[in-house]
Nanobody, 129 residues
């Protein structure tokens, strides 16, 4: 099972930016989909982005399209979530998830990532002035 460690969370003012990082242990399969989720208190987990290690294909949920970006450093095995223009709806615990059986097509199966993926411990994002 893949081990994941998120970092980079913290306090940011509304309209500000943060970049989260997710460091992974060596993969046991050739290709993975790495996703970012968030969960705010009292709310369900929300899938945000996916990136494929096969071809760098990405997918973004409508809620973050245009504000968030996902990328990776394939040499260091680190995955990033760049968050811009953070707003009052963005505070949450942010998690990265890895799963080899999920393939990004016109969509990304957040449900399969929840059911089968390996999860990190999360990093907290707070948006406040």
């Amino acid at each position: 099972q893949v081990q994941l460690v998120e970092s980079g969370g913290g306090l940011v003012q509304p309209g500000g930016s943060l970049r989260l990082s997710c460091a992974t242990s060596p993969f046991t399969y050739d290709f993975y989909t790495i996703a970012w989720f968030r969960q705010a208190p009292g709310k369900e987990r929300e899938g945000l982005t996916c990136i494929s290690t096969r071809d760098d294909r990405t997918y973004y949920a409508d809620s973050v399209k245009g504000r968030f970006g996902t990328s990776r450093d394939s040499v260091k095995n680190i995955y990033y979530l760049q968050m811009n223009n953070l707003q009052s709806e963005d505070p949450a615990m942010y998690y990265c998830v890895a799963e080899h059986s999920v393939v990004i097509t016109s969509t990304c199966s957040f449900a399969a990532l929840i059911d089968f993926g390996s999860w990190g411990q999360g990093t907290q994002v707070i948006v406040s002035s």
